[in-house]
């Protein structure tokens, strides 16, 4: 692709899984896509994940190594008969000529019900292939029916050295790229958009055509670009720290929470954000720790930070900053307690050891005839809102995974499943 009005992104699309950067765990080798690739049994798909991480690149690399004929659909702007008119060329195709057809439905989760519908049928059959692509959830944004018939992979952000490497390819590249340009890039203008992209290639990449095009020659006849300009096409401010020292900041903002020192959390916090950092990277952390260090002795500190992070997408810099601090002073003042850590990692540790797992009888969706002692299920409703019944397997009986906390209003919780049972039914009241 050579029209120089096509978007630089999108002339940049990789059209080979060589070119193709980044979901090593999917696609690496040996991994289960890589594999069903190499054999030429790609059934239905559904890749998922943030924007311009190579979803929509990945499905149109596959069905054109697989030698299928390609249909492609958005979900946003097709309907049903789109959709009809789709299988009946694919059955057709695969009538005459054999050939495999795959559906490419970008936003995937935009179609409803009725539209999901109308392709099950083929999707069973073998007329039509299915990859969508979606930003959203597949099992919460999609129809389970879709879900249940296609192999499900999830899309990570791109990382930052694999960004670079298609920024520089796209300098390089005379037919489709920015060859033809005499520019003069400087390393740490592309270091920082590859960081400031967050993931995404697209915006990368289109950020990158912006710098270039904007600029004007110098008296050198070359387009020189520096971090200040690069951030500008990006409409970020360029980091005035490097990469250690946000790691650092960023670290020593997470200790400050957790050692309560609001001070030095409000200042961590700060510094990031004068320097470039989008405020959401320090929401989404305080969102962590809202649990992690604080958890059950004020769970308000979660509802506090996830109000936070509300803030910084919906009103943005400066005023979402208020509610930032907010949030920070909230979290560092409150009592801290590590207990929904501790008992995460407990039940984590025997969910995956332990099998000997077999759920009481009185549990199960369909209890059998045969009794393993502990009576019928108790429907706690009954008696006052709780009753002392066996909910684990037998085997884990006596696990004990979440212990209270001395501190906050955890100090004074007293669970349940410890406590004395002496409600009666209300039928016996």
Not at 406 to 423: Q, S, T
Request: proline content about 3%; charged content about 25%.
């Amino acid at each position: 692709m050579n029209d120089k009005r096509v978007p630089l992104a999108e002339r940049m699309r990789a059209t080979s899984l060589e070119e193709f950067v980044g979901q090593e765990h999917i696609i690496g080798k040996g991994k289960l896509l890589q594999r069903a690739i190499s054999t030429g049994n790609v059934g239905s798909c559904i890749f998922y994940g943030p924007p311009g991480t190579g979803k929509t690149t990945l499905a149109g690399i596959i069905a054109k190594m697989l030698n299928a004929n390609i249909e492609k659909l958005n979900a946003v702007s097709s309907g049903v008969a789109d959709a009809k008119a789709v299988i009946d060329r694919a059955r057709a195709q695969k009538q005459m000529f054999g050939t495999d057809t795959y559906l490419l439905l970008d936003e995937c989760h935009r179609w409803n019900k009725a539209q999901s519908d109308c392709v099950l049928q083929a999707i069973e059959e073998g007329s039509i292939y299915f990859i969508g692509s979606t930003t959203e959830n597949p099992y919460t944004s999609m129809t389970r029916a879709i879900v249940s018939r296609c192999s499900v992979f999830e899309f990570k952000k791109v990382s930052e050295q694999d960004v670079e490497k298609v920024l520089r390819r796209a300098l390089s590249d005379k037919e489709r790229g920015l060859g033809d340009f005499k520019t003069k890039v400087d390393d740490d203008a592309l270091k920082f958009l590859a960081f400031a992209c967050n993931g995404d290639v697209r915006t990368a990449l289109n950020a990158l055509e912006l710098a270039v095009v904007s600029t004007k020659v110098s008296k050198d006849k070359f387009i020189h670009i520096d971090k200040e300009a690069m951030a500008q096409c990006l409409n970020r401010r360029p980091l005035s720290i490097d990469e250690n020292m946000y790691y650092d900041y960023l670290s020593a903002f997470c200790k400050s929470i957790r050692g309560s020192d609001t001070e030095a959390a409000l200042y961590y916090a700060h510094r990031l954000i004068k320097a470039g950092i989008d405020p959401l990277i320090i929401a989404r952390r305080m969102i962590a720790h809202a649990s992690e260090d604080i958890g059950m002795a004020d769970s308000n500190a979660l509802l506090m930070a996830c109000c936070a992070m509300y803030a910084c997408e919906k009103l943005g810099q400066p005023e979402c900053l208020l509610n930032l601090s907010h949030a920070i002073i909230y979290l560092c003042e409150a009592e801290k307690s590590n207990s929904v850590l501790i008992a995460m990692h407990k039940a984590m540790d025997d969910a995956e050891n332990e099998r000997e797992d077999i759920v009481p009888n009185h549990l199960k969706n369909h209890p059998s005839t045969n009794a393993d002692g502990h009576g019928k299920y108790k429907y706690p409703h009954d008696f006052g809102g709780y009753c002392k019944q066996q909910y684990m397997p037998d085997k884990l009986k006596d696990r004990v995974y979440y212990v209270p906390g001395k501190n906050g209003k955890e100090k004074n919780l007293v669970r349940k499943k410890f406590a004395k049972n002496d409600f009666k039914p209300k039928s016996e009241h």
